[in-house]
Structure formats: structure tokens, C-alpha cells
């Protein structure tokens, strides 16, 4: 079974421009996240979907960041346009989730985006 | 603020020593638990999980977590370590908050394990 794809895995771009990640979940998960993880901390949450809504975007910078979920399978997240301080690790994780909490998130490989 | 803390950022450790990583976390109610590795140039997976039942919970490579409620503490132990546990390892938890789950992460512990 293929895991959780995401695209670029490397992206390096120069402040004020535009970029987009992509992420294709496992087959049949409901659930869909968007983490940013900076250098030695942990994951911290952008977005997430429950198929195609935005249950919580709390934590999205929506003045730059916008995120979209077709069909409620694939993603992307976009920055327009990045800063300096946007440069980390994009992580889009999904997961079958259900009413008590209890899924597991499964990992893709991450989006490294280096801003100069 | 609503949290999780791994107090411990560094570990490093020789072969067959025995380990034990801290995680604390500040909500009160019902929480699920979980610890996530992340191996050098991998994507993060799932160690081990706690929903109920039996506090003590077994995870892949020999290693467990006991869940304390009084103490807000999930701490990971491993009688004796590998050179191949060598990873960052991340202590989650998933929280019904405001009719939505929020699944936060800690900051991690990056171990490090001589041969």
C-alpha cells in the first residue's frame, strides 16, 4: 500500500515569491493535516480536513497561507508570498479517524522549503 | 496554555543502557496518547498509543509507556537501547477541544545511541 506522497521534497525560492506543496493521502483516510516543523521543535499544526471541510485552520497564517482539499483526497498548501521565516519542513499527515480521537497519523517524507 | 513537554531535547546514550524519555502534558479530561520516532532521512511513524485500559502500553522495538493520569505523564522507556534506536522521538496527544480534535505534538527528544 503506497503511503501518504508529497511533492517537492525540496524547494528553495526567494523571499516574496509564491510556492505550493502537494500532498496525496492514503486511499480511504478521512482525515487530512498540514504540520510545519522548524528546525528541533516538534510538528505543529496548520490545517486539518475532515474529507473536505476545513475542521481547523486556527493555526493558519491566512493572510499568506491557503490550503485546499479536492474531493477530499488530494491536497495542497500555498504561501503567497513567503517570508524568511517560512522556511521549515511542510509535513502532510493523514489518518482514518473516528469519534473518540484514537487514529493514527501516517507521515509522508515532508516539503523542506528554504526561503533566501 | 494547553501543551506538551519534553523536557528532555538531548539524550545520548551507549548500547544496552536503558532509557527513559519525559513527557508531560496540561489538559485535563480524557486524552489519547501517543509517541512517534522519526529515524534519520525517514518520515515520522508510530511508536506506541494509549486510549484505556491498561496504562502500560507495549510498542514496536521492545519499547513501552506508561500512562500516569495523576502526574499528566506518558513517559517511553526502553530496558536497553540499540544503535538502530538512534532517532528523534516526539510524544503526541490528541484532545477533544471545542467539538474538534487537536493532535499536538511535543518538541521532541533527539537520542542518540553509541555503539
Known amino acids: 500500500e503506497a503511503g501518504v506522497v508529497q511533492s517537492p521534497r525540496y524547494k528553495i525560492i526567494e523571499k516574496k515569491q509564491p510556492v505550493a506543496f502537494w500532498c496525496n493521502p492514503i486511499?480511504?483516510?478521512?482525515?487530512l493535516y498540514w504540520y510545519r516543523q522548524n528546525l528541533g521543535q516538534g510538528p505543529e499544526l496548520l490545517i486539518r480536513?475532515?474529507?473536505?471541510?476545513?475542521?481547523?485552520d486556527s493555526q493558519l497564517p491566512k493572510d499568506r497561507f491557503s490550503a485546499e482539499r479536492l474531493k477530499g483526497v488530494d491536497s495542497t498548501l500555498k504561501i503567497q508570498p513567503a517570508e524568511l521565516g517560512d522556511s521549515a519542513v511542510y509535513l502532510c499527515a493523514s489518518s482514518l479517524e473516528n469519534r473518540l480521537g484514537t487514529g493514527e497519523l501516517f507521515f509522508g517524507e515532508g516539503s523542506r522549503l528554504t526561503v533566501l | 496554555a494547553q501543551s506538551v513537554s519534553q523536557h528532555n531535547h538531548h539524550v545520548i546514550l551507549s548500547e544496552a543502557a536503558s532509557l527513559e524519555l519525559g513527557c508531560n502534558y496540561s489538559y485535563g479530561g480524557t486524552v489519547n496518547l501517543f509517541w512517534y520516532v522519526q529515524y534519520p532521512g525517514q518520515h515520522l511513524q508510530l511508536l506506541l498509543k494509549?486510549?484505556?485500559?491498561?496504562?502500560l502500553v507495549k510498542g514496536i522495538k521492545g519499547f513501552e509507556a506508561e500512562f500516569i493520569k495523576s502526574k499528566f505523564s506518558f513517559n517511553l522507556r526502553k530496558p536497553s537501547v540499540q544503535w538502530s534506536d538512534t532517532a528523534e522521538y516526539f510524544c503526541?496527544?490528541?484532545?477533544?477541544?471545542?467539538?474538534?480534535?487537536?493532535?499536538?505534538f511535543g518538541t521532541g527528544t533527539r537520542l542518540k545511541v553509541l555503539a
Open positions: 503526541a496527544v490528541n484532545r477533544l477541544t471545542s467539538g474538534t480534535y487537536k493532535y499536538i
Open positions: 494509549y486510549f484505556s485500559g491498561d496504562p
Open positions: 486511499s480511504g483516510h478521512n482525515t
Open positions: 480536513y475532515e474529507n473536505e471541510e476545513a475542521v481547523d
